[in-house]
């Protein structure tokens, strides 16, 4: 299946872990995209170490919420508002999606396209018709770009995330700059206004407001930083499960959360979105090393 996009050497469709993945090469980078969730699973800039952390007790394929890489939270983020025993953080990241497309661009880099439509599944859990589309830039940087198109004929309100897993030397040295000044919804104590960087030293789940622009990860013991960009985003989350939360979670290494942070890209609590029919919506994030 989908041999028509393989170059060898450079880009095939491979299966591996019970799943089929894209394995995109070229002289700027590799990377990995599950095509269930159009997940991103692996990324590594040439000559660095892996930009993402995956979790090895991950599971993958159709109906597997996949721990760790860069998840698509579709169309809602975090619990459903109106109906909470909807699957958290949306539907779409555990559905199949298709891939349209893969490109080789004069820039040394690599777009993928990949898209999925609403179908009978959808539809019983979200009632609208849509088409969305990842487009993932595989170059000196990660680049992805989520559009939603809204085919129906009423408008719908999405929130939506890119929920990204990155990987870090040892959380005690690490400190994330890009929220100094900002509020912040706390899921786990008080909610607050940040002052100065953010240092993980316990369970951290924060949804900070009025974030437009991105964010970045000192990571003073892997010695490298990440530069994190983003358009039509004015919310951001940083998560870290710390302790007791990583032992709480079958997937999730009991000290996973010593080398783990993410910072989330997303339109969520008041950021969330109209799309009128027929209109398009497009949020957009990426991850450059420095
Ligand atoms: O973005 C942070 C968060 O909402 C946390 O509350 C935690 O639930 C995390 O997402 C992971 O959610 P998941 O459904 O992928 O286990």
């Not at 890119?162 to 100094?180: E, N, Q």
Request: glycine share 8%; hydrophobic share 40%.
């Amino acid at each position: 299946m989908y041999e028509q996009f393989t170059i060898p050497g450079r880009v095939a469709v491979v299966e591996h872990d019970g799943a089929q993945f894209l394995s995109v090469k070229n002289q700027l980078a590799e990377a990995e995209i599950c095509l269930a969730g159009a997940h991103v699973t692996k990324f590594r800039p040439a000559g660095q170490e892996e930009l993402l952390w995956m979790s090895p007790l991950s599971g993958y394929g159709v109906g597997k919420k996949i721990r760790g890489g860069v998840p698509v939270c579709w169309p809602w983020f975090s619990k459903n508002t109106e109906n909470p025993d909807l699957p958290m953080h949306g539907f779409i990241r555990t559905m199949l999606w298709q891939l349209d497309s893969v490109k080789e661009l004069p820039d040394g880099s690599t777009d993928a396209v990949l898209s999925i439509r609403d179908s009978e599944e959808s539809r019983a859990l979200w009632n609208h018709k849509f088409q969305l589309l990842l487009t993932v830039n595989i170059g000196s940087a990660l680049t992805l770009k989520l559009k939603t198109v809204n085919t129906d004929d009423q408008p719908f309100t999405i929130g939506q995330a890119l929920h990204t897993y990155f990987r870090v030397g040892d959380i005690a040295a690490v400190s994330i700059d890009g929220f100094d000044g900002k509020s912040c919804l706390n899921k786990v104590g008080d909610d607050f206004t940040q002052r100065g960087p953010i240092v993980i030293d316990k369970e951290v789940d924060e949804v900070f407001h009025d974030v437009p622009d991105g964010a970045v990860i000192h990571d003073a013991s892997l010695k490298r930083d990440i530069v994190i960009t983003k358009g039509n985003s004015r919310t951001s989350v940083v998560w870290n499960p710390w302790i007791a939360k990583s032992k709480s979670m079958a997937d999730f290494p009991d000290d996973g959360y010593l080398t783990m942070v993410c910072v989330e890209t997303t339109n969520a609590l008041e950021d969330v979105r109209v799309v009128q029919p027929g209109e398009t919506l497009e949020m957009t994030t990426a991850y450059a090393l420095r």
